[in-house]
């Protein structure tokens, strides 16, 4: 027993080893990144972006036009459709994002997702090894909630990468939050490994909660991109006005560089609205736990309570882009009051209300 206990008490440890690893690679890849947008973001790369502006709008503005030849018919090819946008919007390419500018910008690029592939798996190292010291979930308090759901988060950005999709936009503010969130684990949160309260000692603790983390992680994406298409769509705004007041030089390198707010918005709608069912199902299953566990399958206990608020933020913000009227940036501003509601139901509910799902002291 001893013997056992020791061992558990290593792999401890060794878990903490690997999430500190991880914060130091992950502070790397941000410094990274960083290099990334400023050897990025000079005024080639807004040049470069205003040039192609131009252009798509000189191309756009000629139709398509067909010649007949030899008897056939010779139909000259259109220009490539960049951002499709919704009526009424304004037709913008895409800026380069994070990657490209100039050689050095995507140098660094490079290096910086190579150090975050890196941090990611001494990240997911260390979450299977905690699960191991613990033997079950990885999840059964907020400070393993924390370290997985920054790991899940980073893993769906990786594999959109892999995917080949023009994500690397994400891969800044993605680094910094996950390392103010695995700061605020080791720090405020970190409990100690320790089997659970017999209620949570269920199979529905691996569906349950795994839904719960992984549609966390694709909400803040979503969040992510909701919130850099407000400041692109203003941006975008200013520059449509040549007789207002036009953007510093500071924001423009910035957001010269992002995809237009009609790519941002599309993002982000397509995301939350892919892992929207997931958090239904997240829900039904907590009803379900809750019934084997407490004989009840709803008793408005807080945490039941904000889920249910978050679910009903998020079906308003996708009933509003389906309304003409709700689209674009009232849209965006429900979707950010939605993703706050799920904050909140994490953070606030578990620290500071009491209830049955109270993790504080946990």
Known sequence: MNIAAAANETLAHNSNVLVYSAMAIYTLAFVAHMAEWVFGSRSKVGR?????TAQATATAAAPARAERQGGGTAVLERPKVITKTAAGSRDVPDGPGAAGGTEKGDLYGRIAISLTV?????????VVTRALSVQRAPW?????FSTTFAAVAVGIYLLLLTLRKNVRWIGLPLVTTVLLDLGLAVTVLYTASDQLVPALHSYWLWIHVSCAILSGAVLYLGAVATLLFLFRDRYEAKLADPAGKQPGAFAASVLERLPSA?????????VNATV???WTFTIIAGAIWAEAAWGRYWGWDPKEVWSFITWVAYACYLHAR????WKGR????LGLIAFACYLFNYYGVNIFVTGLHSYAGV
Do not use: Q
């Not at 470069?48 to 192609?52: D, N, P």
């Not at 009232?330 to 501003?333: E, L, R, S």
């Open 330 to 333: 009232k849209a965006a501003w």
């Open 276 to 278: 929207f069912p997931l």
């Open 118 to 126: 890196l941090a990611w798996a001494l990240h997911v190292c260390g």
């Open 140 to 144: 059964g308090n907020m400070y393993e």
């Open 48 to 52: 470069t972006a205003a040039a192609l």
């Open 262 to 270: 009609a790519s941002l918005d599309k993002f982000a709608y397509r």
């Open 322 to 325: 389906a309304t003409a009227g």
